[in-house]
């Protein structure tokens, strides 16, 4: 597939050394934030043309469909390029387990305590 990204999205990404934008995959109707991936300008472009989450994987240096392999598909409801132009929000339906690891979030498993946070919350 070419890259057909509209130009003028293109050049307000601001792209790391490899060419990739971090994504926020958020649930649209909870605003749960689900997990975090990278987007090259193809992938956003898929993203944002098939209602699909489409990310870049560094690891394995190829396009994924969230949801192809696993059945954990995520329906794109919108997507938001921050401030900066240095990361999308990708606001979907998540059809099941967000995270590979089978959790609903990748931010499920592993929460750090954090000092003085019954202060801080007070102080609000």
């Known amino acids: 597939m070419s890259v057909s990204l509209d130009p003028s999205i293109a050049e307000r ?18 605003g749960e934030v689900l997990m ?8 956003l472009h898929r993203t944002l043309t098939t209602g699909r989450a489409t990310y870049y994987s560094r690891s394995r240096g190829e396009h994924w469909v969230k949801g192809d392999t696993s059945g954990h598909v995520q329906y794109v409801k919108a997507v938001a390029l921050d401030c900066d132009g240095d990361t999308v929000l990708v606001r ?33």
Not at 36 to 43: H, N, T, V
Request: glycine share 6%; with cysteine; hydrophobic share 40%.
């Open 92 to 124: 979907v339906d998540q059809i099941g387990a967000a995270c590979h690891t089978g959790d609903r979030t990748c931010f499920d498993a592993d929460r750090l305590p954090v000092s003085g946070a019954q202060e801080a919350a007070q102080a609000e």
């Open 13 to 30: 990404l601001k792209r790391n050394a490899d060419g990739l934008i971090p994504a926020v995959a958020q649930q649209y109707d909870t």
């Open 36 to 43: 975090l991936a990278w987007m090259d300008d193809e992938a």
